[in-house]
């Protein structure tokens, strides 16, 4: 249903309803801290962030029937194949063994969790940090690009750029040309107090809202 | 936990002045863009001291074994910084032609940090979970940075294709980790093997195989194996070129570290699973057969790159398929030529880019007579490229071609043989066009301009392509002395 809902907003609701069904599955196998960081992470923050970038970015939130596909049945040939293999794998191996080091490893409380997460597996902690921070850099930098054009207009020699969209939005640019170095830094020292909300009225206030949308899409994904 | 720090102070002095430069770049400005080079370059150096100081002697197993310490790891980390000093020097002077890049210089740099710190990680992982973890620190600054040239519609593409692909590869790959951590219950590598070998699961168990088999179906993607090549064409003629050079080393590096150490330590017997050999077979065969005759027609010297190092990928699968002892060090000589050849290739590919503004093979035409020296180094890579004495790309396939031959593969060894005469005609080509064919452009533009650091790079890198033919036994020494501890 998510992928096939036309109305990106039900697609939005219909993945809250699919991650509230995987978080069900995780208190049935005892995990009950996954569970709630299932929910709390990715229907709490993810969707609403998904609605949030919706309400902001788009100005029609509507049927999007630009979306062509013509690649249905293979994927739906695919995924039946890949269905029924992992089927028949399943069900011919011995999957006791994930059950008895479910219970081995004694994962019960957030205490447990938060003890082992610090000691055993310290430096994937650390590097799983350092890759969100990645993202970050990166998702602004994409969203940054923009409003930084006429620069680009000044220089000789550039590499192919698409000419007609530097026309349009190149009144508006000129008064931002000198004010970009300063913003790139008002921003990025912005991220630690709030990040969403400072690149949003920033890059929002001015633009057109397409490369923002791809911004934000890749802040929720992260 | 001192011996957990030391073990890991190449990387943070990596990371630290990735950070650096990140954070001087903000509150400096853009005053401080002339000296961020230098500073990476600093950096880059001290970390490979840092390896040859505390690492080199010191195997260790830190953070409870998910960080290991071992010949391998700390040539890798070597092999992975010097590719990154010369991609940062090689960057020097594009960046100040690329209007797109020079704007964000700090973050730019942050990211090929952030490349370099996930191969490094990714050579010296011990677990599942940092395998996956460093590749994902390999791969999404690469896809940031293939869509660093924000307008250019060719760069978007590259980046769309590539995250989404990637990002689906991604996905299976943690999928085939979790199956074998659901098989054997364990997600360290060494520990994995020893399971597999009390509990003789690669005959009885389905679940690890299918695991192992999602696991390379998702290195598959990043090493840009046939038939999961189909974002590399697009990506590599999109990105800015010093990206390209990026993706097509230091990540392919990354990818190919994290291969050799998921099955020769983790999965060590995987030879005795028909299942898995015969899937990296058919994998290599298809790459170097799809690779080699799909770039027959390209007309962009990118692209034509794109299809050569797929059917590079395929030549070093071979090493995989035949999973001997020779056949490690033999795909790690391997993977030290196509470094080479390819940073080489792609260093007089992005001098002659940037004073013709084509990245056509014809923009090459008639540098032959007027840039005499550097088109002989291009010849050196061009050759090297499709393995013909007396260049490191022969020593390269000669090693992998000897190790599939004495574990039974003739077959597969001859049609890589009859694939890679195929790949002369086009790396030929590039030759006849730098010789025989008559620039037709712009005057001021047929000379090309090389920077003087440009072509000590271009020359120091020829001579590595030579050196690895008159001295081979230096390079196969390094090579034995890498997987020895295995």
Redesign the interface.
Known sequence: MVITGKHILHSAFYLAATLLCVAMYFIMLRAEFLAAVEVLVYIGSIVVLILFALMLTRTKVGEDTNISNNQKVFAALTAVILFVSLTLVFSYSKIDTVAENATALKISSIKDFSGILFTKYTLPFEIASILLLTALVGSIVIAMKEKLQTESETVVGQKSIDAGNTGNQNNENNVLANQGVQDIAAIDKNIGSNLAGSSETMVGDVLPDTDDAKGEGQKGEN | MVI?LIS?IPELIV?GFGLLV?MLS??I??KFDRAIAPVITAGIVLAIGAVFAFNFYNPAS???N??VVDNFSSFFRIFTLITALIIVGLSVGYVK????IK??LG?FY??IM?VT?GTM?MSSSGDL??LF??L??VS??T??LA????????SNEASLKYFILG?LASAILAYGFSLIY????EINLKEIAQIIINRDLLSN???LI?GTIMALIGFGFKIGAAPFHWWAPDTYEGSPTIITTLITTIAKLAAFSGLIRFLFIGISRFKDSVWIILFIIILSMLSFILGNFMALPQKNFKRLMAYSSISHAGYMLIGFAAATMDAQWAVFVYLMAYIAMNLGAFSVAMLVERTR?SEEIKAFAGMGYTNPFISICMIIFMISMVGIPPFAGFIGKLFVFKAGVEANLTWLVIIGVLTSVVSLWYYVNIIRHMYFIKYEGDAAAAKIKAPKLNVFIISVLALFNIAMVVVPSVFILIGKNAVTLF
């Open positions: 957990d890991i990371t990140l903000v509150f400005g853009k830190a953070f409870n998910s960080f032609e690329s209007v797109y704007r964000n973050e942050f990211l952030m710190v990680l979970i940092m973890l460093s994902e620190l999404i600054p896809y940031i869509g660093y040239e924000k307008m250019n519609e060719r990002v659901g098989a054997t219950g168990s389905y679940l299918v503004k």
